[in-house]
């Protein structure tokens, strides 16, 4: 059952698509795909062996039925295969099967594959057709809206990449049925960045569906129709950022900036880099990263308390988040300055001077004895 469509306009004319949200939309997918991309004779799948395993047939299944010609090509678990080498193999994957540019990639996983999918496809022969298939809550509610796509490297994390929209993305919340609970936290701290950013009505109305679910047992059916309603308007809220600063251009630093969805990243990055990416799943960087922006914020006398209290208590609803102890503070303060984006010398927070009034910041403006105190609270 279809639940929301919600329709992506970008300034590119080619640029517009649907993300379509539902229940039970896997199994008839094929007909999506070819009223999606009716010029494609083949389809090749880019999955993982995991997620493959769950929802691979129903899904070849389907394009095969609506007359596509289907074909698969499955990469590694994890963020360790968002790597050249995956892409390279994935590119080999596309000419041994004879992807033309009228054909169409489908990217069925999270936002490992999403993102390296996305990326072959741009490049494939200058660009063919994607289309998306996200199957976890952070690939549904991020990842998969906003047309970025690349590959981690030696230079860093995601600094290989392209823009490129894919034609449209399905989202079938019956695939959050098997997501493990961690990977669920992790997105449902993303939905509270969003919220947070996005104004009270989307920050409740997450919280709201937090409140009722119980994140040990996960999504059941009974909660999918109220989940397809608060997935879909996160889509909304991320489509209407990007389509207002599709390529995040470097000198927007006004709240409509794409940068906004950098809240709480900061202390989510430097934590993520002080711990080599192995002790945090990304989204619960964020969760952390909420809380250590929000507290920033209350220090500089931006954000009410009562506004600190709420996100605490959305992010704690989202589900537990790992323990920081034993972290090593001064390897977090390092990376702090390390994480200097590429364009701009300074790093750069994201706070609030209330509910969905993020403000962009040089790190230059923020005294660190400021920074230096909330760290030393967040880790002893
Ligand atoms: N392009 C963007 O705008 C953007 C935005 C945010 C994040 N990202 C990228 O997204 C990636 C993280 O994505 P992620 O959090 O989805 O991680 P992921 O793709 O690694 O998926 C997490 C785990 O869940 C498994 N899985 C996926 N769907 C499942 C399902 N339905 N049932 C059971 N298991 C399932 C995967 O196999 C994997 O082990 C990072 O590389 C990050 O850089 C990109
Ligand atoms: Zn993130």
Redesign the pocket.
């Known amino acids: 059952m279809i639940h929301a469509t919600v329709p992506i306009k970008l300034k590119s004319a080619s640029s517009r698509y649907d993300i379509r949200v539902g229940t039970g939309l896997l199994a008839t997918c094929g007909d999506w795909a070819t009223s999606s991309v009716p010029e494609a004779r083949r389809a090749i799948i880019v999955s ?1 062996k ?2 493959f395993g ?2 691979g047939d129903a899904v070849q299944r389907s394009l095969a039925k609506a007359g596509l010609s289907v074909s698969t090509h499955l990469i590694g ?3 360790r295969f ?1 790597s050249l080498k995956t892409l390279e193999q994935t590119l080999a994957a596309f000419n041994a099967n004879g992807i033309s540019r009228t054909d169409v990639v489908v990217a069925l ?7 390296l999918a996305g990326f072959a496809a741009a490049v494939h022969l200058r660009g063919v057709k994607f289309l998306q298939m996200p ?2 809550l ?2 549904m509610i ?2 998969s809206v ?1 047309g ?2 690349g590959v981690n490297s030696q230079f860093g ?2 600094l290989i990449g392209a823009f490129h929209q894919p034609a449209g993305v399905l989202i079938d919340a019956d ?2 049925a ?3 609970r961690r ?1 669920l936290t ?2 449902f701290c993303e939905a509270v960045k969003q919220g947070a950013i996005g104004g009270r009505k989307l920050l409740d109305q997450t919280h709201r569906f937090l409140q009722g679910l119980d994140v040990k047992n996960g999504i059941n059916e009974l909660l999918a129709d109220e989940l397809c309603g608060l997935v879909a308007r996160q889509v909304e809220f991320k489509a209407k950022i990007v389509a207002g600063d599709e390529r995040e251009s470097a000198n927007n630093e006004t709240a409509r900036s794409r940068k906004i969805l950098n809240f709480g990243h900061t202390f989510a990055h430097a934590l993520e880099k002080a711990t080599d990416y192995r002790y945090l ?3 619960e960087a964020v969760g952390l990263g909420i809380l250590f922006a929000a507290e920033l914020s209350k220090k500089l006398e931006f954000l009410s308390a009562d506004d600190v209290t709420l996100l605490n208590a959305v992010v704690r609803c989202a589900g537990r988040l790992p323990a920081l102890d034993g972290i090593d503070r001064e390897k977090v303060a390092a990376a702090f300055s390390k994480d200097k984006k590429v364009i701009g010398d300074s790093l750069q927070w994201i706070l609030l001077r209330g509910i969905g009034k993020p403000v962009i910041l040089p790190g230059s403006n923020i005294p660190p004895r400021a920074v230096k105190e909330i760290l030393g609270k967040f880790i002893r």
Not at 109 to 115: A, L
């Open positions: 993982n995991k997620v769950l929802y678990d994890g963020e968002k996983g999270g936002g490992v594959v999403g993102d199957t976890t952070l690939a991020d990842s906003g970025k796509t994390k995601n695939v959050l098997t997501l493990p990977e992790a997105g799943r990304h989204g």
